[in-house]
């Protein structure tokens, strides 16, 4: 069961296109506290140098250049951050999914045992009385659950 758990799990993973790739990248990284730093150290160094005046004030309080770069930063961040979550939200959408199917096989399966535990006590305790009348049921419950079992098989191939 196990290679077919990973068979069926390879469509959550597929890969993408270039320009998702490098959406998850920035998204992943703008997430960081490597990029807060990094951009702390920009933001104190660009008021610092426009303040203390060693070199020409190209951006002199109240620093109108630098809010046009973070307002530019905004406007390409936000929707390269919706794109990043859409797609994980649609990978964790499709691994529901096949964990919902999952816990149905497992489900199906342990019925199985059950009916198989229960044949097994039958005939190892031959000194109790049996019912005849669930003989035909439980041929019929077995003739059934191994079609589900066959069905189930093809599902997960799939």
């Known amino acids: 069961m196990e290679a077919t758990q990973v068979q069926t799990r390879d469509h959550i993973h597929h890969s993408y296109s270039f320009g998702q790739r490098a959406a998850d990248r920035i998204a992943n990284g ?3 506290w490597t990029f807060i730093i990094v ?8 008021v610092a140098l426009n303040l203390v005046a060693y070199f020409r004030h190209w951006d002199a309080y ?3 250049l630098l809010n046009l770069l973070f307002s530019s930063q905004a406007a390409y ?3 390269i951050i919706m ?13 529901d999914d ?3 199917k999952e816990v149905e096989i497992l489900f199906k399966i342990n019925q199985q045992q059950l ?4 044949l097994l006590r039958r005939n190892m305790c031959p000194d ?3 019912e005849t009348s669930l003989d035909p049921e439980i041929r019929a419950l077995s003739a059934e659950l191994q079609d589900e079992a066959v069905e189930l098989e093809q599902v997960t191939k799939a």
């Open 39 to 46: 951009q702390s150290v920009f933001v104190v160094g660009w």
């Open 98 to 100: 096949h964990e919902a």
């Open 30 to 32: 703008m997430g960081s």
């Open 83 to 95: 794109m990043s979550q859409n797609r994980q939200a649609q990978k964790d959408h499709l691994r």
């Open 128 to 130: 109790e009385p049996v």
């Open 62 to 64: 109240p620093f109108i």
């Open 115 to 118: 009916e198989i535990l229960h």
């Open 77 to 79: 961040d936000a929707p």
